[in-house]
């Protein structure tokens, strides 16, 4: 049985800094890229950032790139997200998502994405 964990949320002052975790586990994860993505209440769900399964390639969405960075550990089959510099528009549940390698899921396509952790909360205060 596939399984992405997250781990690591929790409250934060503006300013501050959270590593998020993803452990995947029940397959190889090869030629699939990694994903973050979030949601805040009421709102529609927001790509973060995306990694290449080789680990060389990465991609972020204007409103977190410079502050946040996507990372992966593959003997650990784990992705990492560390979130810099957090702002209170920052807060949501925070999914990671496998999908295979391509141009839509490293761009956050989020229909290309096959598998779903079940979320991290991340609350900033101001």
């Known amino acids: 049985q596939v399984q992405l964990v997250e781990s690591g949320g929790g409250l934060v002052q503006a300013g501050g800094s959270l590593r998020l975790s993803c452990a995947a586990s029940?397959?190889?994860?090869?030629?699939?890229?990694m994903d973050w993505f979030r949601q805040a209440p009421g709102k529609e769900r927001e790509f973060v950032a995306a990694?290449?399964?080789?680990?060389?390639?990465?991609y972020y969405p204007d409103s977190v790139k410079g502050r946040f960075t996507i990372s992966k550990d593959d003997a650990k089959n784990t992705v990492y997200l560390q979130m810099n510099s957090l702002k209170p528009e920052d807060t949501a549940v925070y999914y990671c998502?496998?999908?295979?390698?391509?141009?839509?899921?490293?761009?956050?396509?989020?229909?290309?994405?096959?598998?779903w952790g079940k979320g991290t909360l991340v609350t900033v205060s101001s």
């Open positions: 990694i290449s399964w080789g680990g060389g390639n990465t």
């Open positions: 998502a496998a999908g295979y390698d391509n141009l839509a899921t490293m761009t956050g396509f989020s229909g290309g994405m096959d598998y």
């Open positions: 029940g397959r190889t994860f090869s030629n699939y890229a």
